[in-house]
């Protein structure tokens, strides 16, 4: 459509989304919609994962542009040794506004995730066990919904530190926040614990802090988007659901933050990096701030990824 065209034209353009449609092999589809709402501005919107497609919507005069970006992520991805292929992106349907924000409900239901946790979109209703905790959360502009294997490989992790007697943590760190799920979740396994969530993105930090309002722990979820080198304090619980090559840079920053005795949950990781990464973060070369295996978690879910649980001597 002409940028010249009248007004009314482009304003019933503004108000139509047409879908990008990603393919992907199923077992990478959760990881490529994480991957693509890092570094397309448009996923950032929202995506779905539909039977190995990752699909999310854009305004028609901008798809051009997007699936360019779209594209030019997956030649990074492929060049990583991922299976995807860039002159597989395309096009799909034209919807009205209505029709798009209708979307999400046909692929977005009420989800268990672990024992306790479940999640529940704003336009579903359940019945939780006394003994669930309902996370009330929608798709939204910060990736994060809990359906990514790498989300709840951590939430499972966390649901075991429960279930095994775990004294409520002083303070949690959650490093790369996204939706704020796990500091939720953090927030409502220990209702007496405060957690320190940072994200690099300006937009994760607005939908964490209105999502812990919507779950009534805002009062105790400190959220911003201070640098990891910048922050201070030590606690006894660190989650950091971040892809492994920049784990590795901040390798040496988030074990400072880990206070003696610590516990540190590192997800966002393919199985196939698991164990070198492991062996970094335990390597000698961290010096006192060195960690030991715990246990390494391989998805039921996709066993492509895996999350591993560390711990901190004296």
């Known amino acids: 459509m002409s940028a010249n065209t009248n007004r009314g034209t482009v304003s019933e353009a503004e108000q139509e989304w047409i879908e990008v449609v990603v393919p992907a092999k199923v077992v990478l589809a ?5 991957e693509l709402v890092r570094a397309v501005e448009a996923a950032r919107g929202g ?9 999310f919507w854009v305004h028609p005069p901008a798809l051009e542009t997007t699936l360019e970006e779209v594209r030019s992520c997956l030649r990074g991805l492929a060049e990583q040794g991922w299976l995807v292929d860039p002159g597989k992106v395309r096009a799909g349907n034209l919807a009205p506004e209505e ?34 905790i309902p996370i009330h959360l929608d798709p939204g502009q ?6 990514h294997a790498s989300t709840q490989l951590v939430l499972e992790t966390m649901q075991d530190l429960v279930d095994g007697g775990l004294l409520p ?21 220990w209702p007496s ?29 400190e959220v911003s988007t201070t640098d990891l080198a910048d922050v201070t304090p030590r606690f006894p619980l660190v989650l950091a659901n971040i892809q492994a090559h ?34 970094f973060f335990c390597d000698e070369s961290a010096g006192e701030n060195a960690v030991e ?21 004296s």
């Open 30 to 34: 959760d990881g490529l919609a994480a």
């Open 47 to 55: 995506v779905q994962v539909r039977k190995g497609n990752v699909v």
């Open 99 to 132: 029709d798009w924000r209708d979307a999400w409900k046909k692929f977005f239901h009420t989800t268990r995730l672990t024992r306790q946790i479940l999640v529940v979109p704003s336009w579903e209703s359940c019945e939780p066990l006394a003994t669930d």
């Open 142 to 147: 910060a990736f994060g919904t809990g359906a």
């Open 169 to 189: 943590p002083e303070t949690v760190f959650d490093l790369g926040t996204g939706s704020g799920i796990l500091a939720i979740a953090a927030a409502k396994y």
């Open 193 to 221: 614990t405060r957690i320190v969530a940072t994200d690099i993105d300006p937009l994760s930090i607005k939908a964490t802090r209105e999502n812990a309002d919507n779950n009534g722990v805002g009062d105790r979820i």
């Open 246 to 279: 920049i784990l590795r840079g901040l390798r040496d920053d988030l074990l400072k933050r880990l206070a003696p005795k610590g516990t540190l949950l590192l997800s966002g990781i393919l199985t196939a990096q698991i164990r070198p990464l492991v062996d």
């Open 293 to 313: 295996l715990v246990a390494i978690r391989e998805s039921k879910l996709n066993a492509e990824w895996s999350s591993a649980h560390l711990r901190r001597g």
